[in-house]
Nanobody, 126 residues
């Protein structure tokens, strides 16, 4: 199963990017999907998540109002729309599939995930 992430790049502060994470090989329409990021020299951190239907999203306080999570289950793709980007958003961004279907009980549901995306670099210049 491949989970390539795309859409990263270099953007000035205040700019926008949309990341995509498309699954091939199987459907994840019954699974919550999480987004994580890892900045240089730091541990990977939870950014947000979207439930399997897309009805609910959850996000880190520091990205609320700036990041939007969505998904298209017909395309087996999830999206992270990022706006008003800040230099501190610079990181490699990853998507992850929840370890069990039809459940979201917090970021820990991704801890044992078998499926992590390959990451895409986001760099925000000041």
């Amino acid at each position: 199963v491949q989970l390539p992430a795309s859409g990263g790049g270099l953007v000035q502060a205040g700019g926008s990017l949309r990341l995509s994470c498309s699954a091939s090989g199987r459907s994840f329409s019954d699974f919550a999907i999480g987004w994580f990021r890892q900045a240089p020299g730091k541990e990977r951190a939870f950014v947000g998540a979207i439930t399997w239907t897309g009805a609910k999203t959850y996000s880190l306080d520091s990205v609320k109002g700036r990041f939007t999570f969505s998904r298209d289950n017909a395309k087996n793709t999830v999206y992270l729309q990022m706006s008003s980007l800040k230099p501190e958003d610079t990181a490699v961004y990853y998507c992850a599939v929840a370890s069990v279907p039809l459940l979201y009980n917090g970021p820990s549901i991704f801890s044992d995930s078998k499926y992590w995306g390959q990451g895409t670099q986001v760099t925000v210049s000041s």
